[in-house]
């Protein structure tokens, strides 16, 4: 199974500062997926990260909200910019791995104030 | 559109009891279908998985269940302990191709002493 790591674990926030959070795998992968889980919530899909190609974003989530780097097949970042309080949510980082075996890191739980 | 429900959505039980968590899905054109475990404030820990050909799979006191063509999943955890208190959600795959992992609500659990 992949490990995922991710940082920082936790952070507050000031509205209108962007974060960025590290995810980091213990083995190449094709794709990274970033997911937010707002507050009493069920998970959501932000976008898909390829390595050497542009990010794929769900309905309703936009680049310049939350870009992507993904420079090689076991490191990628997501940044919430221009943050504001309905930004507070847990964000996963995961992989897909063996047969089609879904892996998440332990993500990082963001409070903007 | 895939849409999955999680029923209930929370559960008390005393520890000892054997209990049945119940997801369905609208569309039973699935890959496969994956059961995870997430503690308060964490990340997602995955618990199992089942391919669209099987009809169910074991892991210890856990046994998940899959009838694709009614749309049901039903997660059964015997003789439940305080340590099973998390949230139990399940996730489907479409069949075409890779493709996003659609989330259910989730069931709250609490095994008390």
């Known amino acids: 199974s992949a490990v995922i790591s991710q940082k920082p674990s936790r952070d507050i926030c000031q509205r209108g500062t962007s974060l960025t959070i590290q995810c980091q795998v213990d083995s190449q992968v094709t794709m990274m997926f970033w997911y937010r889980q707002q507050p009493g919530q069920s998970l959501t899909l932000i976008a898909t990260?390829?390595?050497?190609?542009?990010?794929?974003?769900e309905s309703g989530f936009v680049i310049d909200k939350f870009p992507i780097s993904r420079p090689n097949l076991t490191f990628s970042t997501l940044t919430v910019s221009n943050m504001s309080p309905e930004d507070s949510s847990i964000y996963l980082c995961?992989?897909?791995?063996?047969?089609?075996?879904?892996?998440f890191g332990a993500g990082t739980r963001l409070s903007v104030l | 559109k895939q849409e999955v429900t999680q029923i209930p959505a929370a559960l008390s039980v005393p520890e000892g009891e054997n209990l049945v968590l119940n997801c369905s899905f609208t569309d039973s054109a699935i890959y496969n279908l994956q059961w995870f475990r997430q503690d308060p404030g964490k990340g997602l820990t995955s618990l199992l998985l089942i391919q669209s050909s099987q009809r169910e799979q074991t892991s210890g006191r856990l046994n998940a269940s899959l009838d694709k063509s009614s749309g049901r999943s039903t997660l059964y955890i015997a003789a439940s302990q305080p340590g099973d208190s998390a949230t139990y959600l399940c996730?489907?795959?479409?069949?075409?191709?890779?493709?996003?992992?659609?989330f259910g609500t989730g069931t709250r659990l609490l095994v008390s002493p």
């Open positions: 996730a489907v795959r479409r069949d075409t191709g890779f493709q996003k992992l659609v």
């Open positions: 990260a390829n390595q050497g190609s542009e990010a794929t974003y």
């Open positions: 995961s992989v897909v791995q063996g047969e089609n075996i879904q892996y």
